[in-house]
């Protein structure tokens, strides 16, 4: 069985900063990608920023020089460091994990709870 969970969310200031950690646990044989995603109130799920096992990284417009994605393979732990926030930031942030399970050998996403991130004063 696999596991994605985050942490790391909460109220802060605008232009404050925030850690997201996603971590990956459970029978997995090899992780390819790792992803952040957001959906705020009555719009659509977006993609955030997303990380390849080798290090690729891609932002969406709005994040980039903000938010910065890494990767810790050895910990299968995902992690988004969000500074300068703002209020347009405010969503559920969602983690998603592209990898293979022991028990299937199958390339499958799996999703976290999710966690909120509110910007406000």
């Known amino acids: 069985q696999v596991q994605v969970v985050e942490s790391g969310g909460g109220l802060v200031q605008p232009g404050g900063s925030l850690r997201l950690s996603c971590a990956a646990s459970?029978?997995?044989?090899?992780?390819?990608?790792m992803g952040w995603y957001r959906q705020a109130p009555k719009k659509s799920r977006e993609l955030v920023a997303s990380i390849t096992s080798s290090g690729s990284t891609r932002y969406e417009d709005s994040v980039k020089g903000r938010f910065t994605i890494s990767l810790d393979n050895a910990k299968k732990t995902m992690y988004l460091q969000m500074n300068s926030l703002k209020p347009e930031d405010t969503a559920v942030y969602y983690c998603k994990a592209d990898l293979k399970a022991t028990t299937t050998m199958m390339l499958y996403d799996y999703w976290g709870q999710g966690t909120q991130v509110t910007v406000s004063s």
């Open positions: 459970g029978n997995i044989f090899r992780i390819y990608a």
